[in-house]
């Protein structure tokens, strides 16, 4: 699937912000505008990670599960992280994260097989950014290393399986184009919006 669309697949993944981590130019402020505004989209990516664990085929619900309940405990890191840094968890939504929001519940709404394979793109382009940052600069290893560790690679690899294998068994001819096009360009958007945040917040 990154194959088919290469250039959005690089915007995504070696985006300016992801270069800052990784070569320290990414400002304080970038960063902590990004914080917050991911906490706010990994406290909806759990509801819509849960729900999907309720409707997805059996073979599917082992990883999906155990990715529900690291998603409880990653809450619990972004709040680390922010109280480290002195910063407010109530900022106001941004734009880019409430239109990302809006298309985590659009999935919530296309059938399990396919929302499985978008919820793995959603994985897998952050797998692929901050390797691409790592091992960034001190500031930001922390992070780098949280999306760059060897289990969470593996994570992204059973979704990848899940997935494949629960569309082939359940959804004949499925478009997954356009959805993973949205998705990548909801990421793009993402860091997008955190850069532009580089002065004001
Ligand atoms: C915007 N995409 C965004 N935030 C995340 N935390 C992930 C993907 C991976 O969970």
């Known amino acids: ?18 270069a800052g981590v990784r070569d320290g ?7 902590a505008a990004w914080l917050v505004q991911d906490y706010r989209f990994v406290g909806h990516l759990l509801r819509f990670q ?35 840094l002195g910063l407010d968890l109530d900022a106001p939504e941004l734009p880019a994260t ?22 793995w793109a959603v994985e897998r382009v ?22 760059t560790t060897p289990a969470f690679a593996v994570y992204v690899r059973q979704l990848q399986d899940a997935a494949d294998r629960s569309l082939s068994e359940h959804v004949a001819g499925p478009d997954l184009d356009t959805p993973f096009a949205e998705v990548v360009a909801a990421e793009v958007a993402f860091w997008d919006m955190a850069l532009a945040r580089r002065e004001s917040s």
């Open 1 to 18: 699937m990154p194959e088919r669309h290469r250039g959005a697949w690089e915007r995504a993944t070696r985006h300016p912000f992801v």
């Open 25 to 31: 130019t990414l400002t304080e402020s970038a960063f």
């Open 50 to 84: 849960a729900r999907l664990v309720a409707r997805a085929p059996r073979s599917a619900q082992a990883v999906l599960a155990a990715g529900t309940v690291a998603l409880v405990d990653e809450l619990g890191w972004f709040e680390r992280q922010v109280g480290a």
């Open 98 to 119: 409430t239109a990302y929001l809006d298309l985590l519940d659009r999935l919530d709404g296309v059938e399990a097989p396919i929302a499985m394979a978008m919820l």
């Open 126 to 147: 952050y797998l692929d950014a901050w390797s691409y940052a790592a091992p960034g600069a001190p500031a930001f290893r922390d992070c780098v290393s949280h999306w």
